[in-house]
Protein backbone atom coordinates (compact mmCIF):
# COMPACT_ATOMS: atom_id res chain seq x y z
CA UNK A 1 0.00 0.00 0.00
CA UNK A 2 0.92 3.08 -0.74
CA UNK A 3 0.03 6.43 0.84
CA UNK A 4 0.50 10.58 0.68
CA UNK A 5 1.40 11.85 4.08
CA UNK A 6 0.92 15.37 5.66
CA UNK A 7 1.10 16.78 8.60
CA UNK A 8 1.06 20.23 9.93
CA UNK A 9 1.25 21.24 13.42
CA UNK A 10 1.53 24.75 14.86
CA UNK A 11 2.44 26.33 17.79
CA UNK A 12 1.32 29.66 19.12
CA UNK A 13 2.42 31.30 21.76
CA UNK A 14 0.83 33.99 24.80
CA UNK A 15 4.44 35.59 24.32
CA UNK A 16 6.95 35.76 21.68
CA UNK A 17 9.38 33.24 22.82
CA UNK A 18 13.28 34.15 22.64
CA UNK A 19 14.72 31.28 22.11
CA UNK A 20 13.78 27.29 21.45
CA UNK A 21 15.08 24.31 20.51
CA UNK A 22 13.03 21.29 19.70
CA UNK A 23 13.31 17.90 18.95
CA UNK A 24 10.38 16.49 15.87
CA UNK A 25 9.63 13.19 15.16
CA UNK A 26 7.01 13.01 12.76
CA UNK A 27 9.14 11.37 9.11
CA UNK A 28 7.52 7.88 9.23
CA UNK A 29 10.45 4.84 9.55
CA UNK A 30 12.42 3.31 6.26
CA UNK A 31 13.27 0.29 7.24
CA UNK A 32 13.20 -1.70 3.54
CA UNK A 33 11.22 -4.34 5.06
CA UNK A 34 8.31 -3.10 6.97
CA UNK A 35 7.67 0.16 4.97
CA UNK A 36 9.93 2.44 3.02
CA UNK A 37 10.04 6.51 1.96
CA UNK A 38 10.34 7.07 -1.27
CA UNK A 39 9.64 10.76 -0.77
CA UNK A 40 10.11 13.29 2.49
CA UNK A 41 9.56 16.87 3.01
CA UNK A 42 10.17 18.79 6.55
CA UNK A 43 9.46 22.39 6.82
CA UNK A 44 9.98 24.59 9.97
CA UNK A 45 9.04 27.85 10.21
CA UNK A 46 10.20 30.37 11.15
CA UNK A 47 13.41 29.11 9.52
CA UNK A 48 15.62 27.93 12.17
CA UNK A 49 19.11 29.09 13.06
CA UNK A 50 20.38 25.50 13.41
CA UNK A 51 19.07 22.45 11.89
CA UNK A 52 19.79 18.81 11.99
CA UNK A 53 18.91 15.29 11.27
CA UNK A 54 19.43 12.32 13.62
CA UNK A 55 18.20 9.07 14.59
CA UNK A 56 17.72 8.67 18.38
CA UNK A 57 18.46 4.83 20.54
CA UNK A 58 15.51 3.44 19.02
CA UNK A 59 16.35 4.26 15.51
CA UNK A 60 13.37 6.69 14.90
CA UNK A 61 14.15 9.22 12.94
CA UNK A 62 14.54 12.96 14.15
CA UNK A 63 14.94 16.38 13.32
CA UNK A 64 16.54 19.10 16.14
CA UNK A 65 15.64 22.59 15.63
CA UNK A 66 16.76 25.89 17.09
CA UNK A 67 15.71 29.22 16.81
CA UNK A 68 17.97 32.03 18.45
CA UNK A 69 15.00 35.05 17.98
CA UNK A 70 11.99 36.45 19.19
CA UNK A 71 9.01 34.64 17.46
CA UNK A 72 5.29 34.06 18.30
CA UNK A 73 5.06 30.91 16.62
CA UNK A 74 6.54 28.18 15.13
CA UNK A 75 4.92 25.65 12.46
CA UNK A 76 6.15 22.01 11.24
CA UNK A 77 5.05 20.86 7.98
CA UNK A 78 5.82 17.55 7.38
CA UNK A 79 4.71 15.88 3.85
CA UNK A 80 5.84 12.55 2.20
CA UNK A 81 4.92 9.30 0.32
CA UNK A 82 5.48 5.92 2.28
CA UNK A 83 4.98 2.40 0.65
CA UNK A 84 3.64 -0.43 3.52
CA UNK A 85 4.43 -3.74 2.77
CA UNK A 86 1.79 -6.00 3.93
CA UNK A 87 2.50 -8.61 6.52
CA UNK A 88 3.25 -12.20 6.26
CA UNK A 89 -0.03 -13.75 7.61
CA UNK A 90 -0.36 -13.82 11.07
CA UNK A 91 0.71 -17.29 12.87
CA UNK A 92 1.66 -18.10 16.12
CA UNK A 93 4.89 -19.31 17.35
CA UNK A 94 5.45 -17.89 20.24
CA UNK A 95 6.69 -19.45 23.37
CA UNK A 96 4.63 -19.81 26.17
CA UNK A 97 4.69 -17.27 29.08
CA UNK A 98 6.83 -20.07 31.41
CA UNK A 99 9.14 -20.80 28.63
CA UNK A 100 9.38 -16.55 27.13
CA UNK A 101 10.71 -16.28 31.39
CA UNK A 102 13.44 -18.69 30.39
CA UNK A 103 14.43 -17.14 27.04
CA UNK A 104 14.83 -13.36 28.48
CA UNK A 105 16.91 -14.99 31.35
CA UNK A 106 19.25 -15.48 28.40
CA UNK A 107 19.00 -12.31 26.75
CA UNK A 108 22.49 -10.26 26.81
CA UNK A 109 22.11 -8.05 23.85
CA UNK A 110 21.02 -4.25 24.71
CA UNK A 111 20.92 -2.92 21.75
CA UNK A 112 17.43 -0.84 20.46
CA UNK A 113 15.44 -4.22 20.01
CA UNK A 114 16.56 -6.00 22.96
CA UNK A 115 13.31 -6.66 24.70
CA UNK A 116 14.99 -6.10 28.21
CA UNK A 117 14.40 -1.95 27.70
CA UNK A 118 10.75 -2.88 27.64
CA UNK A 119 10.08 -5.13 30.89
CA UNK A 120 10.10 -2.73 33.42
CA UNK A 121 9.11 0.25 34.40
CA UNK A 122 9.49 3.64 31.90
CA UNK A 123 9.09 7.26 32.20
CA UNK A 124 5.48 7.54 31.75
CA UNK A 125 4.55 4.21 33.20
CA UNK A 126 4.80 2.90 36.52
CA UNK A 127 3.36 -0.56 37.89
CA UNK A 128 -0.25 -0.40 38.51
CA UNK A 129 -2.37 -3.25 40.75
CA UNK A 130 -5.44 -2.34 39.53
CA UNK A 131 -3.88 -2.52 35.44
CA UNK A 132 -2.12 -5.83 36.51
CA UNK A 133 -5.36 -7.47 37.88
CA UNK A 134 -6.95 -6.91 35.10
CA UNK A 135 -4.19 -8.03 32.64
CA UNK A 136 -4.54 -11.79 34.65
CA UNK A 137 -8.57 -11.92 34.74
CA UNK A 138 -8.08 -11.45 30.68
CA UNK A 139 -6.15 -14.01 29.77
CA UNK A 140 -5.36 -17.55 29.10
CA UNK A 141 -2.48 -17.97 31.79
CA UNK A 142 -1.93 -21.13 30.15
CA UNK A 143 -2.13 -19.94 26.30
CA UNK A 144 0.68 -18.79 24.18
CA UNK A 145 2.48 -15.33 24.27
CA UNK A 146 1.33 -14.19 21.48
CA UNK A 147 -2.12 -15.00 22.05
CA UNK A 148 -1.96 -13.30 25.97
CA UNK A 149 -1.25 -9.84 23.61
CA UNK A 150 -4.32 -9.84 21.86
CA UNK A 151 -6.51 -11.31 24.31
CA UNK A 152 -5.56 -8.32 26.48
CA UNK A 153 -5.96 -6.27 23.65
CA UNK A 154 -9.73 -7.32 22.95
CA UNK A 155 -10.11 -7.10 26.73
CA UNK A 156 -9.10 -3.90 26.72
CA UNK A 157 -11.27 -2.58 23.80
CA UNK A 158 -13.91 -3.83 25.12
CA UNK A 159 -13.50 -2.35 28.37
CA UNK A 160 -12.92 1.34 27.07
CA UNK A 161 -14.50 3.68 25.20
CA UNK A 162 -13.11 6.03 22.66
CA UNK A 163 -13.42 9.21 24.00
CA UNK A 164 -11.08 12.69 22.64
CA UNK A 165 -12.58 14.76 25.22
CA UNK A 166 -11.67 12.67 27.91
CA UNK A 167 -7.77 13.17 28.97
CA UNK A 168 -5.50 14.85 27.53
CA UNK A 169 -1.75 13.85 26.74
CA UNK A 170 -0.62 14.20 30.13
CA UNK A 171 -3.40 12.06 31.76
CA UNK A 172 -1.97 9.21 34.08
CA UNK A 173 -3.22 5.67 32.42
CA UNK A 174 -4.62 4.55 35.78
CA UNK A 175 -6.69 7.74 35.81
CA UNK A 176 -7.82 6.80 32.22
CA UNK A 177 -8.11 3.04 32.46
CA UNK A 178 -10.31 4.16 36.38
CA UNK A 179 -12.79 5.95 33.62
CA UNK A 180 -12.86 3.61 31.33
CA UNK A 181 -12.14 5.98 28.26
CA UNK A 182 -9.72 7.85 26.08
CA UNK A 183 -7.94 8.31 23.24
CA UNK A 184 -5.17 5.58 21.27
CA UNK A 185 -2.50 6.84 24.09
CA UNK A 186 -4.21 5.78 26.89
CA UNK A 187 -5.48 2.37 25.09
CA UNK A 188 -1.88 1.53 24.40
CA UNK A 189 -0.47 2.76 27.87
CA UNK A 190 -2.78 0.67 29.48
CA UNK A 191 -2.18 -2.57 27.32
CA UNK A 192 1.66 -2.02 27.86
CA UNK A 193 1.18 -1.89 31.60
CA UNK A 194 -0.53 -4.67 31.19
CA UNK A 195 1.00 -6.86 29.49
CA UNK A 196 4.61 -5.58 31.32
CA UNK A 197 2.44 -7.20 34.69
CA UNK A 198 2.28 -10.06 32.64
CA UNK A 199 6.12 -10.53 32.03
CA UNK A 200 5.71 -10.17 28.13
CA UNK A 201 8.41 -7.13 26.78
CA UNK A 202 6.17 -4.46 25.54
CA UNK A 203 6.25 -0.80 24.19
CA UNK A 204 4.65 2.02 22.62
CA UNK A 205 4.74 2.42 18.67
CA UNK A 206 3.48 6.25 17.21
CA UNK A 207 2.52 6.51 13.82
CA UNK A 208 -0.23 7.48 11.42
CA UNK A 209 -3.37 5.41 10.57
CA UNK A 210 -5.60 5.33 7.70
CA UNK A 211 -9.19 6.15 8.54
CA UNK A 212 -12.01 5.18 6.39
CA UNK A 213 -15.01 7.15 6.07
CA UNK A 214 -18.69 5.87 6.63
CA UNK A 215 -20.35 4.35 2.85
CA UNK A 216 -21.28 6.91 0.85
CA UNK A 217 -19.68 9.65 2.83
CA UNK A 218 -16.91 11.72 1.50
CA UNK A 219 -12.73 11.18 2.85
CA UNK A 220 -12.85 14.60 5.12
CA UNK A 221 -9.25 15.94 4.25
CA UNK A 222 -7.31 16.44 7.46
CA UNK A 223 -9.65 14.31 9.67
CA UNK A 224 -6.90 11.94 10.33
CA UNK A 225 -4.48 12.30 13.23
CA UNK A 226 -1.06 10.86 14.84
CA UNK A 227 -2.03 7.24 16.31
CA UNK A 228 -0.50 4.80 18.55
CA UNK A 229 -0.74 0.69 19.60
CA UNK A 230 1.65 -1.73 20.89
CA UNK A 231 4.68 -3.91 19.92
CA UNK A 232 4.95 -6.87 22.40
CA UNK A 233 7.99 -9.55 22.19
CA UNK A 234 6.66 -12.98 21.96
CA UNK A 235 10.16 -14.91 22.31
CA UNK A 236 12.41 -15.34 19.99
CA UNK A 237 10.59 -17.40 17.37
CA UNK A 238 7.76 -14.88 17.22
CA UNK A 239 9.78 -11.48 17.73
CA UNK A 240 7.79 -8.49 18.13
CA UNK A 241 4.12 -8.23 17.33
CA UNK A 242 2.08 -5.10 16.74
CA UNK A 243 -1.14 -4.93 18.26
CA UNK A 244 -4.03 -1.67 18.17
CA UNK A 245 -6.11 -2.12 21.41
CA UNK A 246 -8.27 1.16 19.96
CA UNK A 247 -9.32 -0.92 17.14
CA UNK A 248 -9.07 -4.74 18.21
CA UNK A 249 -6.84 -5.78 15.44
CA UNK A 250 -3.15 -6.85 14.54
CA UNK A 251 -1.44 -3.70 13.09
CA UNK A 252 -1.78 -3.94 9.06
CA UNK A 253 -1.09 -1.97 6.12
CA UNK A 254 -3.72 0.55 7.57
CA UNK A 255 -0.64 1.17 10.07
CA UNK A 256 2.08 3.48 9.53
CA UNK A 257 5.08 3.57 11.50
CA UNK A 258 6.95 6.69 12.93
CA UNK A 259 8.86 5.79 16.03
CA UNK A 260 8.95 3.10 18.58
CA UNK A 261 9.63 3.58 22.61
CA UNK A 262 8.92 2.89 25.79
CA UNK A 263 6.09 4.82 26.03
CA UNK A 264 5.07 8.16 24.31
CA UNK A 265 8.11 9.94 25.94
CA UNK A 266 10.39 8.44 23.78
CA UNK A 267 8.29 9.35 20.65
CA UNK A 268 6.32 12.47 20.96
CA UNK A 269 5.98 14.04 17.76
CA UNK A 270 7.70 17.27 18.97
CA UNK A 271 9.34 17.92 22.53
CA UNK A 272 11.82 21.03 23.09
CA UNK A 273 12.25 23.65 25.49
CA UNK A 274 11.71 27.78 24.81
CA UNK A 275 12.46 30.74 26.61
CA UNK A 276 8.85 32.84 26.88
CA UNK A 277 5.95 33.28 29.76
CA UNK A 278 2.61 32.86 29.39
CA UNK A 279 0.54 30.26 27.77
CA UNK A 280 0.52 28.40 24.35
CA UNK A 281 -2.16 27.25 21.60
CA UNK A 282 -1.66 24.16 19.66
CA UNK A 283 -3.19 23.01 16.51
CA UNK A 284 -2.59 19.64 14.30
CA UNK A 285 -3.77 18.29 11.35
CA UNK A 286 -3.03 14.69 9.49
CA UNK A 287 -3.91 13.68 6.20
CA UNK A 288 -3.42 10.10 5.11
CA UNK A 289 -4.29 9.65 1.19
CA UNK A 290 -4.12 6.18 -0.44
CA UNK A 291 -2.27 6.79 -3.95
CA UNK A 292 -3.83 5.43 -6.38
CA UNK A 293 -2.54 2.92 -8.92
CA UNK A 294 0.00 4.38 -11.62
CA UNK A 295 -0.34 8.10 -9.89
Known amino acids: MIYDIRLRILHRYQQPAGVSRHMV ?61 APPEFTDTSASTADLAGELAGVVDMGPESPMHF ?37 LHSAMRFDAQATTVETDPLDAFRQRGGVCQDFSHIMILGLRALGIPAGYVSGYLRTLPPPGAPRLEGADAMHAWVRAWCGASQGWIEYDPTNATLASTDHIVVGYGRDYSDVS ?23 EPGQ
Not at 34 to 49: D, K, S, Y
Not at 121 to 130: F, H
Not at 284 to 289: E, L
Open 269 to 291: PVIGNLRSSGGQKNEQSVDVKPV
Open 119 to 155: LGPSPLLLASSEIEAFAHASVDPFGSTAGQVIQLGQA
Open 25 to 85: RVLPRSDGKMQRLTAQLIEILPLPNERFEIADFFSNRVTSAAHFFAHKEMEIRMSCRVEVY
